[in-house]
């Protein structure tokens, strides 16, 4: 006989899932993958991106320890984000995942 599973206690996969999800944070990982970014720069390439839901990614990403934030004296004075160790090591997960989507196609495809 199986033992029952405590579904209150999180998997740290889910965990991980969850910090990674959400509106515009694969997008922005892949481009902080491509090197070091400015807010302006993430807001040209992410079309139809609003800045709150940015910032809010942002944020969040930073808050998980997968993005750092470093404030910028010189004139002008402006925030840039870059992946940490722990962003850098999520990096190969997102591109299996994307693989794996490509070969099976999206989750509700698989069975």
């Known amino acids: 006989m199986s033992e029952k599973v405590d579904t209150t206690a999180e998997c740290p996969a889910e965990a991980m899932l969850k910090s990674l999800s959400g509106k515009w944070k694969p997008q ?10 400015r807010f302006n720069s993430i807001m040209k390439v992410l079309q139809g991106a609003n800045k709150q839901s940015v910032s809010v990614a942002l944020k969040e990403l930073e808050e ?3 993005l750092s934030k470093t404030i910028v004296s ?3 004075l402006h925030i840039e984000y870059s992946l940490t160790e ?3 090591g ?11 989507a490509q070969e ?6 698989v069975k």
């Open 28 to 37: 922005i990982l892949r481009l902080a993958d491509e090197g070091t970014l």
């Open 64 to 66: 998980e320890g997968i």
């Open 74 to 76: 010189q004139k002008p």
């Open 86 to 88: 722990k962003g850098r």
């Open 90 to 100: 999520v990096i190969p997960l997102l591109l299996n995942l994307g693989g794996f």
């Open 104 to 109: 099976h196609g999206s989750a509700k495809d």
